[in-house]
């Protein structure tokens, strides 16, 4: 079984800019998963932000294409989510997921708040 801890979450003005990372405990599992970021606003289901293959083929869901993208470093077991031009629809509590051999784990998340 594999680990993930997010990081990065935090306080910003609309505008601004965040990095999330989320770290694996196991690189050799790090390494062949499909990695992805989710989001829960206050209220609503968690919804798919975007996804990484081990490839580091990236998908982004519409409402983020174009403002955060996605990387993977696997010498690190570190999947970034970097979040510019935010707005306060974006804010949330962002989970990093990584599926791997028929398995699915998920960090504890860490919220990201974005005032107005």
């Known amino acids: 079984q594999v680990q993930l801890v997010e990081s990065g979450g935090g306080l910003v003005q609309a505008g601004g800019s965040l990095r999330l990372s989320c770290a694996a405990s196991r690189s050799t599992i790090f390494s062949i998963s499909v990695m992805g970021w989710y989001r829960q606003a206050p209220g609503k289901q968690r919804s798919w932000v975007a996804t990484?293959?081990?490839?580091?083929?990236?998908n982004y869901a519409d409402s983020v294409k174009g403002r955060f993208t996605i990387s993977r470093d696997n010498a690190k077991s570190t999947v970034y989510l970097q979040m510019n031009s935010l707005s306060p629809e974006d804010t949330a509590v962002y989970f990093c997921?990584?599926?791997?051999?028929?398995?699915?784990?998920w960090g504890q998340g860490t919220l990201v708040t974005v005032s107005s």
């Open positions: 990484i293959t081990s490839d580091s083929d990236t």
């Open positions: 997921n990584a599926r791997y051999l028929g398995r699915e784990v």
